[in-house]
């Protein structure tokens, strides 16, 4: 049986796990000191990363999730409810968390050193709970949905899937404003996260 939308899940996943820890590198690395430039484009990458995150699992991959995955396997499977309602209300407030990311972002460009430390725990905050919302879907739903859902089911979710347009993902052509917001990164941010000078 062809489950080509749970390799378009953990792909996905993957490439977001990349972006979480490259965005926790650069808070690592911090603004350059010297230079109006180097520090414009610190904050610049940093808002970068923060859009995809808001823009393509918020938007693409999460409704898909709560649509179309976690009903069926809830159908299937009802003794992982328990972790699909937990999925849910973290997908019910990501969005709204990774604005206030944004938010805080601006705050410490805009209004200085003081509102650094306060981004930077907040930063933190959020990729742990991010990456433990991915540990949960990969190590309870996902093997649930592999175990319990039928061939229709799996048919419905291929072609759900197929459709995501992952800009971190070279598996299917980038949307070209995607592909766009993937270069910016790379190019503007600095060694080793990506391929601009630092």
Do not use: C
Request: proline residues 7%; without cysteine; aromatic residues 8%.
């Amino acid at each position: 049986m062809n489950r080509e939308a749970l390799r378009v899940i953990r792909d996905e996943h993957a490439s977001l796990a990349a972006m979480l820890q490259s965005l926790l590198q650069m808070i690592q690395r911090g603004p350059e000191p010297e230079g109006k430039d180097q520090h414009e484009l610190f904050f610049d990458v940093l808002r970068a990363m923060l859009f995809y995150i808001d823009e393509f699992p918020e938007k693409l991959h999460h409704p898909k999730e709560s649509d179309l995955l976690f009903p069926r396997v809830a159908r299937a499977a009802p003794q992982v409810m328990g972790a699909i309602e937990q999925l849910e209300r973290d997908h019910m407030a990501g969005e709204s968390q990774v604005r206030e990311l944004m938010h805080m972002l601006m705050a410490w460009e805009y209004l200085g050193e003081t509102r650094r430390p306060a981004f930077e725990a907040e930063a933190r905050r959020y990729v742990s709970f991010y990456l433990e919302h991915m540990r949960l879907e990969e190590s309870v739903v996902l093997p649930e949905a592999e175990r319990s859902l039928d061939e229709s089911d799996w048919h419905a979710l291929n072609a759900a899937f197929a459709t995501n347009q992952d800009p971190l993902n070279s598996r299917v052509p980038r949307d070209p404003q995607f592909d766009r917001l993937f270069t910016r990164i790379v190019m503007q941010a600095p060694a080793p996260v990506g391929l601009g000078e630092g």
